[in-house]
């Protein structure tokens, strides 16, 4: 679908994280650091879990899978960020600004059906242990993943919004309701189809989530030996700490009026840039198979140099 002629506007200017030109550099240092990490640490992640056969099960299915979105999450905003942290016009073309949402909507709805059919990972696990391998097949795996795009509903609707007033956005990137004070058409359907949808889809994984912790917490309780409980709450322990991170952050962004006030800025940042770079320290530092495995695959790719 060909994108609508614009009255006026033609690009937008990003003033979020900028308005202090004396940290520019410093902010260029910090962010192009944290995406290299994210980048390598996923990229590992991603390795580890293809060379190793005994991760190739439902619940390393779905974590090489989270390891792929994370980089391509942080790849929607940061290199346009690090881009503008350089230049002295922080500009983004009305036509880039729409892709940008539309490929923030689709990694970040992806992201939290990842983390959902992870929690009932754990609770097939944990709660029907038995059941383990029908409920968790790998055809079941698979569709569970692909699916669910509101999407393109959110972004062709904005497709036809006019831009023809201010066009400063008070944020260091586009998301969805950034653009609504610029335009000069009726957004009150655009708001309210993005309300629908995104409350529906967070609500439906969050409470799948919850209600799956409630089993597992309930199953871990009736667990008479000591060990056993600690074994099964540091399995959950890795997957919650990460649903915490990013449903915490992306809640309150979600939830907070586009004003580009700080905590504001900092809310999209943990969810967009931050727990992209933690996510496989998260899985990792308490997960012994994947530390072991991580060490395997890093002593093979070190043989094949010589020193």
């Known amino acids: 679908m060909a994108l609508k002629n614009y009255s006026t506007i033609t690009e937008f200017i990003l003033?979020?994280?900028?308005?202090?030109?004396?940290?520019?550099?410093?902010?260029?240092?910090?962010?192009?650091?944290?995406?290299?990490?994210?980048?390598?640490?996923?990229?590992?992640?991603?390795?580890?879990?293809?060379a190793e056969s005994h991760l190739h099960t439902p619940m390393y299915f779905f974590l090489n899978h989270l390891s792929f979105i994370d980089p391509c999450f942080s790849s929607v905003t940061v290199p346009k960020m690090l881009e503008n942290l350089l230049s002295q016009k922080k500009s983004v073309s009305v036509r880039g600004c729409l892709a940008q949402i539309f490929f923030v909507f689709i990694t970040g709805a992806t992201?939290?059906?990842?983390?959902?059919?992870?929690?009932?990972?754990?609770?097939?696990a944990i709660c029907h242990p038995l059941l383990y391998g029908q409920m968790m097949s790998n055809q079941w795996c698979v569709q569970l993943?692909?699916?669910?795009?509101?999407?393109?509903?959110?972004?062709?609707?904005?497709?036809?919004?006019?831009?023809?007033?201010?066009?400063?956005?008070?944020?260091?990137?586009?998301?969805?309701?950034?653009?609504?004070?610029?335009?000069?058409?009726?957004?009150?359907?655009?708001?309210?189809?993005?309300?629908?949808?995104?409350?529906s889809h967070g609500l439906i994984t969050f409470l799948s989530i919850f209600f799956s912790y409630v089993c597992i917490i309930f199953t871990i309780l009736s667990i008479t030996s000591s060990f056993g409980r600690s074994k099964a709450f540091s399995t959950c322990s890795s997957?919650?700490?990460?649903?915490?991170?990013?449903?915490?952050?992306?809640?309150?962004?979600?939830?907070?009026?586009?004003?580009?006030?700080?905590?504001?800025?900092?809310?999209?940042?943990?969810?967009?840039?931050?727990?992209?770079?933690?996510?496989?320290?998260?899985?990792?530092?308490?997960?012994?198979?994947?530390?072991?495995?991580?060490?395997?695959?890093?002593?093979?790719?070190?043989?094949?140099?010589?020193?």
């Open 145 to 199: 993943v692909c699916g669910f795009l509101d999407t393109l509903i959110n972004v062709l609707l904005a497709m036809k919004m006019d831009f023809c007033d201010s066009y400063i956005i008070p944020h260091y990137s586009c998301e969805l309701p950034s653009v609504f004070p610029p335009s000069c058409s009726d957004v009150s359907t655009n708001f309210l189809v993005m309300l629908c949808s995104t409350i």
């Open 239 to 307: 997957h919650l700490t990460a649903v915490i991170f990013f449903y915490g952050s992306a809640f309150l962004r979600c939830f907070m009026p586009t004003s580009g006030s700080p905590l504001e800025l900092i809310f999209s940042v943990q969810y967009s840039v931050i727990t992209s770079m933690l996510n496989p320290l998260i899985y990792s530092l308490k997960n012994k198979e994947v530390k072991a495995a991580v060490r395997r695959t890093l002593g093979k790719y070190l043989q094949c140099f010589p020193w």
């Open 111 to 124: 992201e939290t059906c990842l983390l959902s059919m992870m929690t009932y990972d754990h609770y097939a």
């Open 15 to 50: 003033l979020g994280l900028y308005a202090n030109p004396k940290i520019w550099a410093l902010l260029f240092v910090l962010f192009l650091g944290i995406y290299l990490m994210t980048m390598l640490q996923n990229l590992m992640m991603l390795l580890v879990i293809r």
